[in-house]
C-alpha cells in the first residue's frame, strides 16, 4: 500500500504562486504514475496533471497547461505542483493521487488528504 500527504496549500493572492508537495511512503516502488486533481465546492474532481516515474512524460488540463507545472523527486519519493499566475476559479482542494494512470480520478487507487488553496482577489 501507498500513503500520501500533501503540503503546501494555503492563502494566495490572485496572479501569485504556491508550489505543492506530495510526500509518499509504503509500497513506492510500485508507484509508475503520479497524478494532482482539485475539487472545487459543488464541483466533481477534475483532473490537473499527470507524470510518468522518470518524470520524461507530463500530461496537463488543456486549461492549466502553461501556469501550472508537475515534477516528482524519485529519491524523496515527493512530486510537486508549481502553480504560477493563480487565479480565483484555481480555489480547490487539491489532491495528489497514485497507483494508476490516465487523466480519470477513477483509475487511482491511493489519494492523500488533500491540502486547500484559496486564491483571493
Known amino acids: 500500500q501507498v500513503q500520501l500527504v500533501e503540503s503546501g496549500g494555503g492563502l494566495v493572492q490572485a496572479g501569485g504562486s504556491l508550489r505543492l508537495s506530495c510526500a509518499a511512503s509504503g509500497r513506492t516502488f510500485s508507484i509508475y504514475t503520479m497524478g494532482w486533481f482539485r475539487q472545487a465546492p459543488g464541483k466533481e474532481r477534475e483532473f490537473v496533471a499527470v507524470?510518468?516515474?522518470?518524470?520524461?512524460?507530463?500530461y496537463y488540463a488543456d486549461s492549466l497547461r502553461g501556469r501550472f507545472t508537475i515534477s516528482r523527486d524519485n529519491a524523496k519519493n515527493t512530486a510537486y505542483l508549481q502553480m504560477n499566475s493563480l487565479k480565483h476559479e484555481d480555489t480547490a482542494v487539491y489532491y495528489c493521487a497514485a497507483g494508476g494512470r490516465g487523466t480519470s480520478p477513477n483509475l487511482y487507487d491511493y489519494w492523500g488528504q488533500g491540502t486547500q488553496v484559496t486564491v483571493s482577489s
Open positions: 507524470i510518468s516515474w522518470s518524470g520524461g512524460n507530463t
